[in-house]
């Protein structure tokens, strides 16, 4: 049998609280089993409450044994003196409703000892059954010598040797059968539990495991990943140095023997300068790439994106007056983030859009935000010449440009850097920027910012 000190109080206190309710439904069960037989005039009247009396006694001990378990601890192994009492108490009971003649009578321990194996052990119920056997015996033996006289129980008639015999020997071989069954059951259903609670610490132990891998795997990539943009940042610095004095001595060579070259070489020295300086603005560019995570620590705050586009507009306002775009900014809601870099978020999705309206009439830019939720969100939309479905994944990329890049004839300025930029600030603030888009029909940039927890 488990012992007490096996199982935690709660446990305890469960099994104890699942057995006096078992009791008590019991008793009651019979005691209304009995008084409405009586009261149907198929059972003597002195004998149900008799039975009814037995059954009350019977209830209320399990307020004695709630009191008792409780200042002990509920111990399991106060079972055995509660299933004592209770055997005592129903083999007096069989005795008021017939004794040896009561058929099959000794099925009253059969709820007695399902209980106990379905709660405890297979051991624990034959244990049970061979003790309510034992009882049973005793008090046939006592009503067969005459020492206690047999009562007139329901059936109010005695019953032939072979009969009696036969009512006292198979209700034992069911309760056994019982015993032995629900036993088995309940002990192959613990050893799965068992298996089962061993299995999930054995999985909770491997996720955690894991959990810590990962965690280390994680912190190891993002070692490499800073060490790999420290280095790129350091070659990138030092290749624009390079770049800039190979710009800086091919303008010389031209200034000062320009004259002395000839005609393919002053060529050759004109290439030379223009590659310099594509080269030294792909480095600028890729440093202003890298300066975006420098600034971990800067402060955040409140920033008024609508002054922020406002201002944009006005110094694209030649741009705008040239092509005719007409212009539209809704509400824009205030975002929480660094103001130098939103700045330079609003600058290039507007400048992208005036750039590239096409020849659309009238031409139209219009910007629109709103704060749902804990984000807030901003629209950047346009009716120009669009984006090929095959690209709107790429454009965020950097040094990477849409094959479409003229307007009108004529082919726009760019170095595929400024949405890379673009992408790497929002998404450094916890934010992201999508882009839905045609040919022909225009583009919706959408920039999402998440809020700060308090709300403010």
């Not at 601890?73 to 509660?82: N, V």
């Not at 070259?261 to 480095?283: E, F, Q």
Request: neutral net charge.
């Amino acid at each position: 049998m488990t012992t007490g000190a096996d199982l935690a109080l709660s446990e305890r206190r469960r099994l104890f609280a699942e057995g006096l309710a078992f009791r008590v439904a019991l008793c009651v069960a019979f005691a209304i089993m009995f008084l409405g037989l009586a009261s149907a005039g198929l059972f003597p009247t002195g004998h149900a409450w008799t039975g009814t009396a037995i059954l009350a006694v019977l209830a209320g001990l399990n307020g004695v044994y709630w009191i008792a378990g409780r200042r002990s601890d509920f111990p399991t192994a106060h079972f055995f003196a509660h299933w004592a009492v209770d055997i005592a108490m129903l083999t007096l009971l069989v005795h008021f409703v017939g004794g040896i003649d009561a058929p099959y009578g000794a099925l009253a321990y059969a709820g007695l000892v399902t209980f106990a194996a379905v709660n405890d052990s297979r051991r624990t119920a034959l244990l049970l059954a061979g003790f309510s056997a034992l009882a049973f015996a005793l008090l046939v033996a006592l009503e067969a010598s005459g020492i206690v006289p047999q009562a007139d129980g329901i059936w109010r008639h005695h019953y032939a040797p072979t009969a009696v015999a036969v009512s006292l020997v198979a209700p034992f071989i069911f309760l056994f059968a019982v015993a032995w069954v629900a036993g088995t059951l309940a002990d192959h259903l613990k050893s799965a539990n068992a298996s089962l609670v061993e299995v999930g610490a054995r999985i909770e132990e491997q996720n955690r495991t894991l959990e810590r891998r990962v965690a280390e795997r994680t912190s190891e990539l993002e070692r490499a990943h800073r060490e790999i943009e420290d280095l790129v940042h350091i070659v990138t610095h030092d290749l624009k140095n390079v770049s800039v004095a190979a710009t800086e001595t091919a303008a010389k060579l031209i200034s000062t023997e320009g004259d002395k070259l000839s005609p393919r070489g002053r060529r050759y020295a004109d290439h030379l300068l223009d590659d310099s300086r594509g080269m030294s603005r792909m480095l600028e560019n890729l440093l202003s790439l890298f300066r975006v995570g420098e600034e971990e620590g800067e402060a955040r705050q409140w920033v008024d994106v609508d002054a922020i586009v406002r201002e944009s507009f006005r110094r694209l306002g030649h741009e705008v007056e040239r092509r005719g775009i007409r212009v539209s900014v809704g509400p824009l809601p205030a975002a929480f983030a660094d103001p130098a870099k939103m700045r330079h978020v609003f600058d290039n999705l507007l400048d992208n859009a005036c750039k590239y309206v096409g020849e659309n009439h009238p031409a139209r830019v219009d910007v629109e935000g709103e704060r749902r939720g804990g984000e807030v969100t901003y629209r950047v939309r346009d009716n120009g010449i669009g984006i090929d479905e095959r690209q709107i994944q790429r454009i965020f990329q950097l040094y990477h440009r849409s094959p479409n890049q003229t307007v009108g004839g004529v082919a726009q300025p760019g170095h595929g850097v400024g949405l890379a930029i673009a992408k790497r600030i929002v998404e450094r603030h916890g934010g992201r920027i999508d882009v839905e888009s045609a040919p022909g029909r225009g583009s919706t940039f959408t920039v999402a910012l998440p809020l700060p927890e308090d709300g403010a």
